[in-house]
């Protein structure tokens, strides 16, 4: 099955700092997911990726998405307090999306004032 | 839109108790529920595929007898866990995709914290 790793497992960045999360994949990427956890709680979706070179942003988080490399990257500008929590990726194992998700471990953000 | 609710979403019982997690989605249909589960500071694993009107798929190692899944509706999915022992304490949490959405993330439920003691 499909592993995903991400780096760096966790990140202390000063507010207002720039930071980016990477996703590799042990595997074809079949669809690549960045959601953001507070620890205990549930999912919150960030954005989807499909397309090798595909790139989206919401806000000031933008997620890359490299195919041929199976890395994705998750950047966020000029970090704000809400931005702390778990980043985790997750990707489909088979072509489709109807399966379940693997997920990486999570990259634990804290952001200090 | 999108929203998906599970409940409750704290439990604690005693060892041997079975205890029922339920996982709706409040404004859309779904044929596909998915369940995982999270141990401190680790990432989420898939359990199982549960699916509207059929037997549930799991993933390898996990026990489809200690894991009842039943999902009756197109908004509802249920997952007990039978005979709950301490090692059975875990976040539990579930996803669903749209039907017929394409190609749709899955949207997650705010979780369910199991305590066993």
């Known amino acids: 099955s499909q592993e995903l790793e991400q780096s760096p497992q966790s990140l202390i960045v000063q507010e207002g700092k720039n930071l980016t999360i990477n996703c590799t994949s042990s595997?074809?990427?079949?669809?690549l997911y960045w959601y953001k956890q507070k620890y205990g709680e549930g999912l919150i979706f960030l954005m989807m990726?499909?397309?090798?070179?595909e790139e989206k942003s919401h806000e000031k988080i933008t997620a890359k998405l490299d195919e041929k490399k199976q890395q994705s990257s998750l950047h966020i500008t000029a970090s704000q307090p809400s931005h702390a929590g778990i980043y985790l990726c997750g990707a489909h194992n088979f072509r489709g999306g109807a399966d379940g998700l693997t997920f990486g471990k999570g990259t634990h953000l804290i952001i200090q004032p | 839109g999108a929203v998906v609710s599970q409940h409750p979403s704290w439990v604690i019982c005693k060892s041997g108790t079975s205890v029922k997690i339920e996982c709706r989605s409040l404004?859309?249909?779904?044929?596909?529920m998915f369940w995982y589960r999270q141990f401190p500071k680790q990432s989420l694993m898939l359990m199982a595929t549960s699916n509207e009107g059929s037997k549930a798929t799991y993933e390898q190692g996990v026990e489809k007898d200690k894991f009842l899944i039943n999902h009756a509706s197109l908004t509802l999915s249920t997952l007990t866990v039978t005979s709950a022992h301490p090692e059975d304490s875990s976040f539990y949490i579930c996803?669903?995709?749209?039907w017929g959405g394409g190609n749709q993330p899955q949207h997650f439920g705010d979780g369910t914290r199991l305590s066993i003691l």
């Open positions: 404004d859309f249909q779904a044929t596909t």
């Open positions: 990726l499909q397309k090798g070179g």
């Open positions: 595997k074809t990427l079949y669809g």
């Open positions: 996803s669903a995709r749209v």
